[in-house]
């Protein structure tokens, strides 16, 4: 049986299926991942990007640190890709309980999923630090350099940066559903960032499908491996 024959065999069979993805999720929207050849850690700046998008860089530099974000990090034009809203469609015919992503950009929302697990944050919420208020991005689009709140506290995005830690109960709900799915299905990521990557040793089912464009450190553990353009996979799969 061909591996797109199998998945759609599998997601048929399924009632309990969670995704769980990456930057490669949305790359077919115009959002580039990170580490592909094109990725944004593949470009030269003063700092690697890696280093920016990182909690002391954003407290010591926080203009430099916006100067990066809103050229590199913001792409509010971006549409939902067939991905995204095939998993929005599985999720309304009852069969996929959970979409959990490493990214930030919103997309899966913006498809129509409702449970969305976002590890990582999104770059749709910001708050003051001093006084908590929140913030809607336009508030960072439309300011230049460091957005300021109305109580001059600095303004931050509700984004995981590198050295601050996930938020726990997220990180829980996500490792539950992991616990409870009868098929895990991951795509659009390099599972190279902890404790992200680690979510894949909390399904014990026989249906671990992955699906993405260039090898990862644990394709063997797939049930099915199947290399590609996860929008254009998806998109061939019936929900009815
Ligand atoms: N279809 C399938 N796979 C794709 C596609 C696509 N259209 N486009 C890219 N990919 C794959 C690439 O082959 C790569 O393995 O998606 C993966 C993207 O990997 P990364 O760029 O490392 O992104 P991600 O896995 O989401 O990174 C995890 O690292 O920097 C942190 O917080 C950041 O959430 C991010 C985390």
């Known amino acids: 049986m061909d591996k797109v024959a199998q998945l759609q065999q599998w997601v048929k069979e399924s009632r309990n299926i969670v995704f769980f993805g990456g930057a490669g999720v ?3 929207s115009g959002i580039p991942d990170f580490r592909s050849v094109d ?9 690697p990007p890696e280093t920016i998008l990182s909690h002391s860089f954003f407290m010591a530099k926080p203009e430099e640190f916006y100067r990066f974000y809103r050229d590199k990090m913001l792409y509010l034009q971006a549409k939902p890709n067939a991905a995204h809203l095939k998993l929005a469609e599985l999720e309304a015919c009852g069969r996929l309980k959970a979409v959990i992503t490493q990214n930030i950009d919103g997309l899966h929302q913006a498809a129509g999923s409702k449970k969305v697990l976002e590890l990582h944050g999104s770059v749709l919420r ?3 630090q001093k006084c908590g208020k929140f913030y809607e991005v336009q508030a960072i689009l439309q300011s230049q350099g ?3 709140c109305a109580c001059g506290g600095i303004i931050k995005p509700d984004v995981v940066l590198y050295e601050e830690s996930l938020d726990e109960a997220v990180l829980e709900e996500a490792m539950r559903c ?23 040793y909390g399904y ?12 990862t450190p644990h394709d063997q553990k797939a049930d099915l491996l199947i290399p590609g353009k996860i ?10």
């Open 204 to 215: 014990h089912g026989r249906r671990l499908v992955l699906i993405n464009r260039d090898p």
């Open 231 to 240: 929008g254009e996979i998806l998109s061939q799969i019936k929900t009815a």
């Open 26 to 28: 949305s790359t077919e």
């Open 178 to 200: 992991i616990a409870q799915a009868d098929m895990l299905m991951i795509g659009g990521t390099s599972l190279a960032v902890y404790p992200a990557a680690g979510l894949i």
């Open 146 to 148: 460091i957005p300021r």
């Open 39 to 47: 990725g944004l850690y593949q470009q030269k700046y003063a700092y």
């Open 126 to 128: 910001n708050y003051c």
